[in-house]
């Protein structure tokens, strides 16, 4: 059975510090995604990996996947209370299908 | 402007009741998601559609039902059968011409039983 596991599920920081979210899955994939949550709102789509050794920034996210160790991380830098949200990764499976499992989230409360 | 809608936001449901919600797109892609979200929980996959007039089970479709007549469109039925239909419901679609087929996600719909 694929699963998608992050950790922690929750995590609460205070503005300035860093951190890493962890997502790891258990099967073989050639794409994965990072997406954000807001509230009572959709998913925003932050970032696509496509490759090992794959890295993406964005302001103060960094994202990087290892396939063969078939995590990828989320690096969070000096925190700032906009970045609260739930964040989630995504991982394609059934080949052409483009079906994605998504992880539990991380529900991340930044503090100021 | 180009995107997913999805309506109506709110949906309130009686029990024994179906209903259906709506799902449009735009963005000329072929193929289209929908997933069910409980809170504190990841996305399930229902239903998707690669392409129109064809479309097959997610991991959970019991209780559910779709169509795809257009390609613009991809309506869910939430028949009776499902038995806890309370649930954050998303629509995706994807482009199938391009290796990144990045799923872009509507706003959603929140459907409650009364």
């Known amino acids: 059975e694929l699963k998608v596991e992050q950790n922690p599920l929750f995590l609460s920081m205070q503005e300035g510090k860093n951190y890493t979210i962890y997502c790891n899955y258990s099967?073989?994939?050639?794409?994965l995604y990072w997406y954000r949550q807001d509230p009572g709102k959709s998913l925003e789509s932050l970032f696509v990996l496509l490759s090992n050794g794959a890295v993406k920034q964005e302001g103060r996210l960094m994202a990087s996947l290892d396939t063969k160790a078939r995590l990828s991380t989320l690096h969070i830098t000096a925190a700032v209370h906009d970045l609260s949200a739930t964040y989630f990764c995504a991982v394609v499976y059934g080949g052409a299908t483009n079906k994605l499992i998504f992880g539990t989230g991380t529900l991340l409360a930044v503090q100021p | 402007d180009g995107g997913i809608t999805q309506s109506p936001k709110y949906l309130f449901r009686k029990e024994g009741q179906n209903v259906t919600l709506s799902c449009e797109q735009n963005l000329n892609h072929d193929a289209m998601y929908w997933y069910r979200q409980d809170p504190g929980q990841g996305l399930r996959l229902i239903y998707y559609?690669?392409?129109?007039?064809?479309?097959q089970k997610g991991d959970i479709a019991e209780g559910y039902s779709v169509s795809r007549e257009k390609k613009e469109s991809f309506p869910l039925t939430v028949t009776s059968a499902q038995k806890n239909p309370t649930a954050f419901y998303l629509c995706?679609?994807?482009?199938?011409?391009?290796?990144?087929?990045?799923?872009?996600f509507g706003p959603g719909t929140r459907l409650t039983v009364l």
């Open positions: 099967t073989t994939s050639d794409r």
């Open positions: 995706a679609s994807s482009s199938k011409s391009d290796k990144i087929n990045e799923q872009f």
């Open positions: 559609s690669q392409i129109v007039n064809d479309f």
